[in-house]
């Protein structure tokens, strides 16, 4: 059984900055598209950012390009997204997710496995 477990969200002022942790478990997702979504309240849940497995191919939506970075390890099975700069629009629950392809993770009902969630919340 996969679990993807997040870390890392938390309440931050705007301008500030927070690093999501996702660590996966059950079995080795490191020939994996990994990537982050988020959901704010009302809203569908949209892509954020994604990673191909090797971590030379990365993509990010238009919204938080030059702000977030992702990246990952794979001897210790972690994704990891740095957001900088952030933005009361930021704020949602952030998912990580992981799927074979690079180009179909950005999709949400491709996604394979889905973490919890974890909030992250940025003040005006």
């Known amino acids: 059984q996969v679990q993807l477990v997040e870390s890392g969200g938390g309440v931050v002022q705007a301008g500030g900055s927070l690093r999501l942790s996702c660590a996966t478990s059950?079995?080795?997702?490191?020939?994996?598209?990994m990537g982050w979504f988020r959901q704010a309240p009302g809203k569908e849940r949209e892509f954020v950012s994604a990673i191909s497995w090797s971590g030379i191919s990365i993509d990010y939506a238009d919204s938080v390009k030059g702000r977030f970075t992702i990246s990952r390890d794979n001897a210790k099975n972690t994704v990891y997204l740095q957001m900088n700069s952030l933005k009361p629009e930021d704020t949602a629950v952030y998912y990580c997710a992981a799927e074979p392809n690079l180009r179909s993770i950005k999709l949400a009902t491709n996604v394979d496995y889905w973490g919890q969630g974890t909030q992250v919340t940025v003040s005006s």
């Open positions: 059950g079995r080795t997702l490191s020939t994996y598209a």
